[in-house]
T-cell receptor
């Protein structure tokens, strides 16, 4: 497995502002993912963070709202832009490990975001 | 379309066995997973099963897979209060793309 950390662990933000969430892995990974978990809901994939190229977004998510960076094989950021209360969720990053069972994803602890 | 369904709530007595059920739609899924989420925490990978297996056992956990019915179950033997959490079933979509589709999660409550 991998050790995955996220910063911040939680935040309370005002509407109209932006928040950047960081995800750090203790080993090099080929694939990193960002998920959203709305209150009481399951996880929904936002995008796949590709190293060296633009992220691949799922239907319903756009780069202007959720810009993603992936500068190297151990780090990624997700920005939630121009926030509204509907963006209040837990945001989780996950990684798929290379060389092992590559389909298996391991998750970070999540960032709990509240937008007022 | 892609869909994973789970019952939303299960209550068991401490020491009994818990069985959490899941149905999925993508018959080409290569792996199926069970994740555990404790209150205020991220997701912890509990176990997984490869699609060519019928059963996998790991200590107190037993995973059963019925590919014909697209049914997956997680049995927890000797359920403890520390097992109280939300359990998510997830399937990995076919096509070489590591996209996981999650169920809504089953909240397991363990009472004395």
């Amino acid at each position: 497995s991998a050790v995955i950390s996220q910063k911040p662990s939680r935040d309370i933000c005002q509407r109209g502002t932006s928040l950047t969430i960081q995800c750090q892995v203790d080993s090099q990974v080929t694939m990193m993912f960002w998920y959203r978990q709305q209150p009481g809901q399951s996880l929904t994939l936002i995008a796949t963070a590709n190293q060296g190229s633009e992220a691949t977004y799922e239907s319903g998510f756009v780069i202007d709202k959720f810009p993603i960076s992936r500068p190297n094989l151990t780090f990624s950021t997700l920005t939630v832009s121009n926030m509204s209360p509907e963006d209040s969720s837990i945001y989780l990053c996950s990684v798929a490990l290379a060389g092992g069972i590559t389909d298996t994803q391991y998750f970070g602890p999540g960032t709990r975001l509240t937008v007022l | 379309g892609e869909d994973v369904e789970q019952s939303l709530f299960l209550s068991v007595r401490e020491g009994d066995s818990s069985v959490i059920n899941c149905t999925y739609t993508d018959s080409s899924s290569t792996y199926l997973y069970w994740y555990k989420q404790e209150p205020g925490a991220g997701l912890q990978l509990l176990t997984y099963i490869f699609s060519n297996m019928d059963m996998k056992q790991d200590q107190r956990l037993t995973v059963l897979l019925n590919k014909k019915d697209k049914h997956l179950s997680l049995r927890i033997a000797d359920t403890q209060t520390g097992d109280s959490a939300i359990y998510f079933c997830a399937e990995n979509l076919s096509g070489g793309y590591n996209k996981l589709i999650f169920g809504a999660g089953t909240r397991l409550a363990v009472h004395p």
